[in-house]
């Protein structure tokens, strides 16, 4: 399956030669990824490295290695939490505020009900952002949807040194002047009254860009008249009006059509292999809801009957919707992410994994229902529809889902307080509401992250509190409701019983990640050599053209470093090649400058 794109509802495009005035200081963790553990119920120490800024930190341990083994399992109160076949959490700490430097978390060996946690093998995680300091300006541009994309690779797969801020009608290159609106590229759907979609259809949701060709979108269509929806593929013309790809899909552009009412569509995703879209009759009082598939000619492969999660009788009869969504779509290394600011309900599925085994049971990975006070609707003492998930009429809100590399998902969460989003594990198990440095209970739209190794990985959020409490007569569309950024990342690790400290560290040839990465100018490449010999340090640009050699010499068995000074390079993507004998390891890198 192709990686093309890091789905975060948010957006942005592709130039090396722009002079990066928005250049964001980059929150890093560093940590040992084995660590050796005796579960016997010892305090476990974790050094830890915190660099850029400062952060709040949650730590979580998993199983690792028995999500084939984990059936469709129900837990948590009310049933809340759901998983089939994914690794789960056995236990995490709240929110730890760290500044820059080195510190220490502890672990007591015991999972979340306080149990002593059995020998084995087990995954841990760190997951952190800045929730301490001021937002970095982005662009001036405001989001006019509730969820965008970035791309941060180009249609060969190649990293792009300025990742691009796509929304149905716009881009936006990272790294440009914030100030500068002259840079933002449009490109409408409709101008002066007229559309580029026929008599009586029109876009829903945010649009997709084409992973094989950045030049050309794909936006859900929706007829109501017809009761009918579909996918076109549309040109971006800069300047101008989109152009609709006659030549694409079953006829005159579009994709083969499905049922469809009118209602609050998420728009489409796509992984380069195929299409993703839903319908959400949230306002409809009978039951329905579905996942389409369609392939990247158009033609539909498959659909999900989404009711048996999206859909609550219920609910209805006590006076809430009879279905709860979805009306946000976000993808993220062809992990799927549904929520619908109508619903408690937020769901990771993974529909390959249905394409590949044909069984429906295998489409849902996770669900994060009412339960655990994350998002929840209705939980309060005096509710009226005590714990009714499908509530249109009360917070939080949550318009946007996004998620990171490791598979952590922020869901924002709108009328929850001075909440800025709740955060949910790998596994869907809800982590707390979080809240960056001077959050208000006033209006906001969403939270997206973009994490894909560029010199822009980060956390980048609206700031529509700035204009009050909601979208009403008293919000104020003149305050600063720009896009910012603040730093984000996670990174994995083993705990193990089975594996001493001398054997974690390597014992043969290793190349470790240069740091610092992202650097400017000067970086430390450091590396193992099982035996002495000849050793040969090469670095390639994103075309894979060796642009430097840092070192062509005879080393001494043992650990080695070396520094690459990029003073004479543009800031872009890099990679370094480390070549010992038979022996050969290639990592990635980032310049800023």
Not at 355 to 381: P, Q, R
Not at 479 to 492: E, K, P, Q, R, V
């Amino acid at each position: 399956m192709k990686k093309f794109m890091v789905f975060v509802c948010v957006m942005m495009m592709v130039s090396s030669a722009f002079a990066a005035e928005f250049s964001p200081t980059l929150l890093k963790l560093s940590a040992d990824p084995v660590i050796q553990y005796d579960f016997d119920g010892s305090t476990l120490e974790i050094p830890l490295v915190v660099s850029g800024s400062p952060a709040g930190i949650v730590f979580s341990v998993y199983t690792k290695g028995m999500a084939a083994d984990i059936p469709w399992t129900q837990n948590g109160y009310l049933g809340w939490h759901s998983v089939n076949q994914v690794d789960t959490c056995i236990y995490y700490a709240p929110l730890k505020n760290v500044q820059v430097g080195s510190t220490i978390l502890t672990w007591d060996g015991k999972d979340q009900d306080g149990g002593v946690v059995g020998a084995g093998d087990y995954s841990y995680y760190l997951w952190a952002f800045d929730n301490q300091g001021a937002k970095d300006l982005v662009t001036t541009f405001k989001w006019p949807t509730n969820c965008n994309t970035f791309i941060d690779m180009d249609e060969n797969g190649l990293p792009l040194a300025n990742p691009i801020y796509y929304d149905r009608n716009n881009r936006w290159i990272l790294g440009t002047d914030p100030a500068d609106d002259s840079q933002l590229l449009s490109s409408a759907v409709w101008l002066d009254g007229v559309s580029i979609f026929p008599d009586g259809w029109g876009s829903r949701g945010d649009a997709f860009p084409d992973p094989s060709d950045h030049d050309y979108y794909f936006h859900q269509v929706v007829s109501g008249d017809a009761g009918q929806g579909g996918i076109t593929r549309a040109k971006f013309v800069p300047g101008s009006m989109q152009e609709i790809d006659e030549n694409w899909g079953v006829e005159g552009g579009t994709s083969e059509l499905f049922t469809m009412i009118l209602d609050g569509e998420p728009g489409v995703v796509s992984d380069g292999d195929y299409l993703f879209t839903t319908n959400s009759p949230y306002h409809q009082p009978e039951p329905g809801g579905d996942f389409f598939i369609l392939d990247m000619d158009g033609f539909m492969v498959d659909s999900v009957d989404l009711q048996p999660w999206w859909t609550n009788t219920d609910a209805y009869a006590a006076g809430a919707q009879m279905n709860g969504g979805p009306n946000d779509i976000f993808i993220k290394d062809g992990g799927v992410y549904l929520n619908c600011h109508c619903s408690c309900l937020v769901q990771m599925v993974d529909p390959v994994r249905y394409l590949d085994s044909g069984d429906a049971a295998d489409f849902v990975v996770w669900e994060n229902d009412n339960g655990d006070y994350v998002l929840d609707h209705n939980f309060e003492e005096t509710a009226e529809k005590a714990w009714i998930c499908n509530d249109f009429n009360v917070g939080p809100y949550t318009y946007t889902v996004s998620a990171d590399a490791n598979a952590f998902s922020i869901v924002n969460g709108y009328d929850a307080g001075a909440v800025t989003f709740g955060l949910l594990g790998p596994d869907g198990t809800g982590m707390g509401y979080q809240s960056v440095a001077g959050e208000t209970a006033g209006w906001k739209r969403g939270e997206v992250l973009l994490d894909g190794e560029t010199a822009f990985d980060g956390l980048y959020l609206d700031n529509m509190q700035a204009g009050g409490a909601h979208y009403d007569a008293d919000w104020d569309a003149s305050a600063d409701t720009n896009t910012y950024f603040l730093g984000h990342d996670s990174i994995m690790g083993l705990i193990s019983s089975s594996v001493s400290v001398e054997a974690a560290a390597p014992a043969g040839f290793a190349v470790a990640q240069n740091s610092p990465n992202p650097f400017n100018p000067t970086t430390t490449i450091s590396f193992t050599l099982a035996t002495a010999g000849d050793v040969s340090v090469d670095v390639f640009n994103v075309a894979g053209q060796k642009v430097d050699t840092v070192a062509n010499a005879f080393m001494n068995a043992g650990s080695q470093s070396i520094v690459w000074d990029a003073s004479d390079f543009s800031a872009g993507v890099y990679f370094y090649t480390v070549k010992s004998g038979a022996h050969s390891q290639t990592m990635k890198m980032t310049l800023i400058k």
